[in-house]
């Protein structure tokens, strides 16, 4: 059985900072990209952030020079370093891991809070 274990969410003031982090563990092989998304409620999931296995990183306009992305594909690990935080950055944030075949694989989500 595959499963994304993510941690390091939690509530923050503005300004502040977090580190999420996703393992892939279980059955999994085979994975080219992993990162992470965010949904707030009422609205579409969003990818924030992604790495592929060539180390390429690509991120959402809204985090650029903000989130930064990093890990090590081939071991299923990812990691989002999130600085100064804004209140519209609160969101369930959700790993992901991109298989070759296109199969794709989800986190359980871990709640990340911006507020004073």
């Known amino acids: 059985q595959v499963q994304l274990v993510e941690s390091g969410g939690g509530l923050v003031q503005p300004g502040g900072s977090l580190r999420l982090s996703c393992v892939g563990t279980g059955n999994i092989f085979s994975i080219d990209t992993m990162g992470w998304y965010r949904q707030t409620p009422g609205k579409q999931r969003e990818l924030v952030a992604a790495?592929?296995?060539?180390?390429?990183?690509n991120y959402a306009d809204s985090v650029k020079g903000r989130f930064f992305i990093s890990g090590d594909v081939f071991k299923n690990t990812v990691y989002l370093q999130m600085n100064s935080l804004k209140p519209e950055d609160t969101a369930v944030y959700y790993c992901?891991?991109?298989?070759?075949?296109?199969?794709?694989?989800w986190g359980q989500g871990t709640q990340v809070t911006v507020s004073q």
């Open positions: 790495i592929r296995n060539t180390g390429r990183t």
């Open positions: 992901y891991a991109d298989r070759s075949d296109f199969q794709k694989y």
